[in-house]
């Protein structure tokens, strides 16, 4: 299907709050060490560098604690594409949603679209990070922070 953006939902035992905390601590489930800047206020802007592959800067430009939070990619650079700013004016968009003993998380990541050389690689990347990274770390690690 034509312009269906790639979206992932995860089920986690945490409470809303607690998720939403772990979203916005993006070094612990995404960046690492090649995480820089912010991520936890409006108009924060952080930096994703994984060594000479992916580069990806975001913006946070949608906040609402425990409910929702949306990134807009203002600058990318895939080295392994044709296009190397594929994600450059794409959002990353969490929607948080209480479910009874648990939280849905609804990842989508917007303006990802099959038409998109890098569809496949990064849904199975995208797939990884939500599913096993922020799952992990929101499942694990809930009194960390």
């Given at each position: 299907?034509?312009n269906?953006?790639y979206n992932i939902?995860?089920q986690?035992?945490?409470?809303?709050?607690?998720?939403?905390?772990?979203?916005t601590d993006?070094p612990k489930?995404?960046?690492?060490?090649d995480?820089?800047?912010?991520?936890?206020q409006?108009?924060?802007?952080?930096?994703?560098i994984h060594?000479?592959?992916?580069?990806?800067?975001?913006?946070?430009?949608?906040?609402?604690?425990?409910k929702?939070?949306v990134w807009?990619v203002?600058?990318s650079?895939?080295?392994?594409?044709q296009?190397?700013?594929?994600?450059t004016?794409?959002?990353?968009?969490?929607?948080i949603n209480?479910?009874?003993?648990?939280?849905?998380?609804?990842?989508?990541?917007?303006?990802?679209?099959?038409e998109?050389?890098?569809y496949e690689?990064?849904?199975?990347?995208?797939?990884?990070v939500?599913?096993e990274?922020?799952?992990?770390?929101?499942?694990t690690?809930n009194?960390a922070?």
């Amino acid at each position: 299907m034509k312009n269906m953006n790639y979206n992932i939902s995860i089920q986690v035992g945490a409470s809303p709050s607690e998720v939403f905390r772990h979203i916005t601590d993006v070094p612990k489930w995404w960046g690492g060490e090649d995480f820089a800047g912010s991520s936890t206020q409006i108009n924060d802007e952080f930096t994703i560098i994984h060594a000479d592959t992916h580069y990806s800067k975001h913006r946070v430009i949608e906040l609402i604690p425990d409910k929702r939070l949306v990134w807009l990619v203002t600058e990318s650079k895939l080295s392994w594409l044709q296009n190397q700013q594929e994600w450059t004016n794409t959002k990353m968009i969490f929607e948080i949603n209480p479910n009874d003993k648990n939280t849905e998380v609804l990842f989508t990541h917007e303006g990802l679209v099959p038409e998109k050389e890098c569809y496949e690689r990064c849904t199975q990347g995208w797939h990884m990070v939500i599913s096993e990274r922020l799952f992990n770390c929101i499942n694990t690690n809930n009194n960390a922070l």
